[in-house]
C-alpha cells in the first residue's frame, strides 16, 4: 500500500526568503504525485504532478517541486515566499488505482 | 460549470441520526471519492467509484455506505452517526485521463 510522511507539521520562513516543504513517499511501481493546497475554511486545491519526465516539475503560483527517485522525495518549493503563500500544505501519492493517499499536511506560514 | 459542489456545507447531528452528504460534479469526470480530514492526519480515504454502479471500500469506511447511479452524483450515507465520524469531509473528482483531482468546498459535520 502506498503511503506519504510530510516530517514537518509547521514551517516558517520570512517573506522574499526560499522555502521547502518536505514530503517523502512508499508505493510499489510508478508514483504519481501531487502537492495541493488549503487556504481556511476553503476545499483542496491542486499545485502541481509529477507524472514522469522531468524531475523538477513547475505549477501554480510559483511552486516547483522536485522528484528524487533514490530519496523517494518530493519536496515543493518556491523561490520567493509570499505573506499569501501562508496555508496548509499536502502531498499525495497515488499508484495505478484510484486509492490516493494524502500526508498529514505542513502549515506553512510567511511572515513579514 | 460549478465543478464540486458538496451539500450541506455545515451539520449537526445526534448520536444515531442518519443523513446523506451529498456530492455532485458537472465535469463527466468517472472516479469520484469520499475523504475525511482530521487533525494532523492529513484526508483519508473513505469510499470511491471508478464509475456509475461500481464503488469500492478505501482506507477507512467503516460506518459509511456510498452508492453511484448517476456519473454526476455520489452520495456518502451514515446510517447511525457517532461521535467519532466529527470531522469535515470532502467529495473529489477526476476524470480517467487527469491525474489530478478536483475537491468540494467540504462539508463541516459534528456529532454529539
Known amino acids: 500500500a502506498q503511503s506519504v510522511a510530510q516530517p514537518e507539521d509547521q514551517v516558517n520562513v520570512a517573506e522574499g526568503n526560499p522555502l521547502t516543504v518536505k514530503c517523502t513517499y512508499s508505493v510499489s511501481g510508478n508514483p504519481y504525485l501531487f502537492w495541493y493546497v488549503q487556504y481556511p475554511n476553503r476545499g483542496l486545491q491542486f499545485l502541481l504532478k509529477?507524472?514522469?519526465?522531468?524531475?523538477l516539475v513547475k505549477g501554480s503560483y510559483g511552486f516547483e517541486a522536485e522528484f528524487n527517485k533514490s530519496q523517494t522525495s518530493f519536496h515543493l518549493k518556491k523561490p520567493s515566499a509570499l505573506v499569501s503563500d501562508s496555508a496548509l500544505y499536502f502531498c499525495?501519492?497515488?499508484?495505478?488505482?484510484?486509492?490516493?493517499?494524502f500526508g498529514a499536511g505542513t502549515r506553512l506560514t510567511v511572515k513579514p | 460549470n460549478a465543478g464540486v459542489t458538496q451539500t450541506p456545507k455545515f451539520q449537526v447531528l445526534k448520536t444515531g441520526q442518519s443523513m446523506t452528504l451529498q456530492c455532485a460534479q458537472d465535469?463527466?469526470?468517472?472516479?469520484m471519492s469520499w475523504y475525511r480530514q482530521d487533525p494532523g492526519m492529513g484526508l483519508r480515504l473513505i469510499h470511491y467509484s471508478v464509475g456509475a454502479g461500481i464503488t469500492d471500500q478505501g482506507e477507512v469506511p467503516n460506518g459509511y455506505n456510498v452508492s453511484r447511479s448517476t456519473t454526476e452524483d455520489f452520495p456518502l450515507r451514515l446510517l447511525s452517526a457517532a461521535p467519532s465520524q466529527t470531522s469535515v469531509y470532502f467529495c473529489a473528482s477526476r476524470d480517467r485521463w487527469n491525474t489530478e483531482a478536483f475537491f468540494g468546498q467540504g462539508t463541516r459535520l459534528t456529532v454529539v
Open positions: 465535469m463527466n469526470h468517472e472516479y
Open positions: 499525495a501519492v497515488r499508484a495505478n488505482n484510484n486509492d490516493m493517499r
Open positions: 509529477y507524472i514522469t519526465g522531468d524531475n
